[in-house]
């Protein structure tokens, strides 16, 4: 069965840095677009980052020139590398893994909590 989990959240002050971490178990990332979601209270889910099977990279205007994702596909993990949070970074952040081809295959992690606050 196919696990996606996230580690790394916490709670930290305005301006400082966290790395995310999205270990995948039972499941080729390799194969897969990868991406990072945040869901704030009230909010929607939105994407925030995503990294290609090829390695391209885009990210949300709001976390862009912030936030780095990078993979590791020996290790099967994608990380989310955060600096200069800010308190609107505040949400539980998602690891999702996407592929489709004449199948769709879309797996979501459980999901953690990140809180910038002073």
Same mark, same amino acid.
């Given at each position: ?9 916490? $709670?930290?002050?305005?301006?400082? /840095? ?28 939105? $994407? ?15 976390? @862009?020139?912030?936030?780095?994702? /990078?993979?590791?596909?020996? @290790? @099967? ?7 200069? $949070? @800010? ?29 910038? /606050?002073?």
């Amino acid at each position: 069965q196919v696990q996606l989990v996230e580690s790394g959240g916490g $709670l930290v002050q305005p301006g400082w /840095s966290l790395r995310l971490s999205c270990a995948g178990s039972a499941i080729n990332i390799s194969f897969f677009t990868m991406d990072w979601y945040r869901q704030a209270p009230g909010n929607q889910r939105e $994407l925030v980052a995503t990294i290609t099977d090829a390695g391209s990279t885009n990210y949300a205007d709001s976390v @862009k020139g912030r936030f780095i994702i /990078s993979r590791d596909n020996r @290790k @099967k993990t994608v990380y989310l590398q955060m600096n200069s $949070l @800010k308190p609107e970074d505040t949400a539980v952040y998602y690891c999702n893994a996407l592929r489709v081809t004449v199948r769709r295959f879309d797996f979501w992690g459980q999901g953690t909590q990140v809180t910038v /606050s002073s």
